[in-house]
């Protein structure tokens, strides 16, 4: 008893032992999952799966179970950001256990009970609880607000190292304060059609033309408006590559008296669980903010041309991507963070990284190829990118599988690497 | 956070030597990977290539009876009614529906467009003009709503004459159609070409909600067919009929009414006529339809093709570009 006891207080009690239960359960439902759609749908796996897992799948109700889907996964993640913040903020001890268990609570009953429904009949308790799920993490998101307040004295901060106003405000506060507010509030936009579509409630009418009340207003100037917040933070993100690039070149190249660029070059890419984030966060630019921006500026000559199901194909394949290098960000910081070293590390890090990369480099291509080429003689270039999109993600899949066994055998050793994490937190190693 | 160990330079470099031989190896398979990958990728493509020359005796001229009636719409199944009002070019929501009406049971082939081309050139409805056939087209009323463009009266395109997607060969003069291509849909038409076949023998383009009743009765089904959706029923992407060569050119269009029940070339088909009567009303190509909705320059397409994975072909999925769009996929039938 005491052996399950000591698991599950690390599994569901620590920082790093919250984040490897969802990671896992991400794991779970994208490599069930993936295999209905796409390549795999072609090939014929598709109906293999739905046959051996006794899936029931209702045609027209396609849509609502990739909406279900979506949010299951979706919920798993912001779950793993929220332990990260909880991990790494000074907060009432009170409010961070709050937190951790009702979001963990709200994105496994999410999780569970909405693919259950979604994708195994129709039981309307399992719809139920799945909305309770949601509800939780909603709930959570508020006491994360709560506990986030910037302007709390005792969080203010008086190294000057550290970004903070003049009476000590601490901005990266505040910024996490910025991000679960906005997160709220969007979620709330989310919800409040999503309760009037799912079940025609009458009453969330006067609700939803409130929502679209604040909306339209602005809607003139809603590009305006997200250009001048999205063009800052691409700034912040370029100042973070500059600054962590030129960290691992300093530390990489101290031993030497004087470096020259294959030197600095070898620094920056000796460990990829350091330079993978960033990196991810400059292929960003190739694969998502960089194709956003020229759709944006050639919306009238490309993408109001070009039939709906083209346009749709594009957003599906720039959606996808900015998702999948987002959870490759947070799998490269999973990798740092349960200290792999040595062999291991770089596999772990340049594996992610590589195949990742293809995967997204190719996802890119196909979903821009209407640009280069015409749907007649595209059969060989899209066989071609799927095979990339295929092998990279496959690949990736495999990796992350072999990650979780491992640490699924380490749970059975009595003092195995979880026996170390169940008392750390994430602030002390950003501390060393 | 913990940091690797930190190896001093001559250290790193002699266990980068060490490495050199694997990594020559890995580097080599990695490249030879890539290579056969962007080989593969660009293998050249045969348009013209001739179908395979299967003969489906489909009657081109036939006509299915729509009746005046109830029937469920879209993906939640609504009940609605047709009431069209053809002066106002608007639907009557919830009105009695006060029609019968008829549609072609099989697509325009490229035989059939071909014949209205060679007797509308003859005439001089229609024109050569450089690398396309143009015609008149009346214009749609402009409301100056957000990202809505002018469609005035005037010469629009209705097929392309240099892409080699197009099934028809020209002396200058007279049109015909490419060997093995006879019976199959017309491709490469936009909304005007497709719409002035029609008004050319005195019949239209249905409206979508035609469309969708002529593709699913009265039932909830979401395909012509039924429930589900079998490689046998419809020509959709991948579904290995015997039309496709993924390696190649991949998918491409079947001839009109093939999947009949009949087998062709040891491919057995299902017959998959709709309730009416109408055949590939899913799959194989777009269907252009006739609203012209207020506002909006778009024209709407139904019953997915030959490009697009199964989901699209359930009956109410929508596709829409603008009304010079044509494309290998596209094709229509028309109303009257």
């Not at chain 1, 660029?261 to 070898?266: R, V």
């Not at chain 1, 066989?383 to 990339?388: A, E, P, Q, V």
Request: negative net charge; proline residues 4%; contains cysteine.
């Amino acid at each position: 008893m005491q052996f399950v006891k000591d698991r599950f207080n690390y599994l569901f009690g620590s920082t790093k032992g919250l984040i490897l239960v969802a990671i896992a359960m991400v794991g779970i439902v994208t490599a069930i999952w993936g295999m209905l759609s796409g390549p795999m749908a072609e090939m014929g796996v598709r109906e293999a799966v739905i046959k051996t897992l006794g899936m029931d799948i209702v045609q027209a109700e396609r849509e609502g179970r990739i909406v279900i889907l979506y949010h299951s996964i979706a919920m798993a993640i912001i779950a793993i950001e929220t332990y990260m913040i909880t991990s790494l903020l000074k907060m009432k001890a009170f409010f961070k256990t709050a937190i951790n268990v009702i979001i963990t609570a709200g994105y496994i009953l999410t999780l569970t009970f909405g693919l259950v429904f979604a994708y195994f009949g129709h039981n309307w308790i399992f719809h139920g609880v799945y909305l309770f799920g949601l509800s939780l993490i909603f709930f959570a998101g508020l006491l994360l607000i709560v506990a986030l307040w910037p302007w709390n004295p005792e969080t203010y901060i008086t190294d000057k190292d550290y970004a903070r106003t003049k009476k000590g405000v601490d901005m990266e506060r505040v910024a996490f304060f910025a991000t679960a507010v906005t997160t709220v509030i969007s979620a709330l936009f989310g919800a409040v059609p999503g309760s009037y579509y799912g079940h025609g409630f009458e009453t969330t009418i006067v609700l939803n033309l409130g929502v679209w009340g604040v909306v339209t207003p602005l809607e003139p100037v809603a590009h305006m408006i997200i250009y001048v917040g999205a063009t800052p933070s691409m700034f912040a993100a370029l100042l973070l590559l500059i600054w962590n690039w030129s960290k691992l070149i300093r530390e990489g190249t101290a031993h030497l008296q004087k470096s020259n660029f294959i030197q600095k070059l070898g620094a920056l890419v000796r460990d990829p669980l350091k330079f993978g984030p960033t990196w991810q966060m400059l292929f960003m630019n190739f694969t998502t903010s960089g194709i956003g921006i020229f759709m944006a500026i050639k919306l009238d000559e490309i993408f109001r041309v070009w039939p709906a199901r083209e346009e749709r194909i594009e957003l599906t394949g720039h959606w996808h991507a900015l998702s999948a290098i987002i959870a490759t960000i947070i799998l490269l910081y999973y990798g740092d963070m349960i200290g792999l070293k040595g062999k291991v590390r770089r596999l772990y890090g340049w594996a992610i990284l590589i195949l990742s990369d293809i995967a997204l480099a190719a996802v890119t291509i196909f979903e821009m190829k209407r640009l280069f080429i015409a749907e007649a003689v595209q059969q060989p270039l899209v066989n071609g990118l799927m095979l990339g999109i295929d092998f990279g993600l496959g690949l990736l899949l495999v990796l992350l599988a072999t990650v979780m066994v491992w640490r699924l055998i380490d749970l059975f050793k009595p003092k195995g690497r979880w026996a170390e994490e169940v008392t750390h937190e994430l602030a002390q190693e950003v501390m060393k | 956070m913990k940091q690797t160990s930190v190896l001093s330079g001559a250290e790193r470099s002699r266990r980068t030597s060490q490495r050199r031989p694997l990594q020559s190896l890995r580097d080599c398979f990695v490249a030879a990977l890539l290579a056969m990958t962007l080989l593969a990728s660009c293998a050249p493509v045969e348009v013209s290539a001739p179908a395979p020359t299967i003969r489906v005796n489909a009657d081109t001229s036939k006509w299915a009876s729509i009746p005046a009636g109830e029937f469920h719409h879209g993906q939640f199944n609504e009940m609605a009614t047709i009431n069209y009002d053809y002066e106002m070019m608007v639907y009557l929501e919830m009105a009695t529906i006060n029609y019968d009406y008829e549609m072609m049971v099989y697509l325009v082939t490229n035989q059939q467009y071909a014949a209205f081309i060679n007797a509308a050139l003859a005439e001089g409805g229609i024109k050569i003009d450089g690398d396309k056939i143009a015609g008149f087209y009346s214009g749609d009323e402009f409301h100056g709503v957000k990202h809505e463009e002018r469609i005035e009266a005037g010469d629009w395109i209705y097929i392309p004459l240099n892409d080699p997607s197009l099934r028809l060969n020209s002396d200058g003069r007279t049109f015909t159609v490419q060997s093995s291509w006879e019976w199959h849909p017309m491709t490469m038409v936009s909304w005007f070409g497709a719409q002035a076949y029609c008004e050319y023998y005195g019949w239209r383009l249905p409206t979508e909600m035609e469309w969708e009743k002529a593709a699913r009765g009265t039932d909830e089904r979401p395909f012509p067919w039924g429930d589900e959706i079998l490689r046998e029923n419809a020509n959709f992407y991948a579904s290995r009929d015997p039309f496709e060569d993924m390696s190649s050119f991949g998918s491409r269009t079947s001839p009109v009414g093939f999947y009949n029940g009949n087998v062709y070339d040891g491919f057995q088909t299902v017959n998959s006529a709709s309730p009416y009567g109408l055949y590939d009303m899913a799959g194989n190509v777009w269907q252009w339809t006739g609203d012209v909705y207020e506002g909006m320059h778009y024209r709407f397409m139904r019953g997915g093709s030959k490009d697009t994975y199964d989901m699209d072909l359930r009956l109410w999925v929508r596709n829409n570009a603008t009304p010079t769009y044509f494309s290998p996929g596209v094709g229509f039938r028309c109303a009257r």
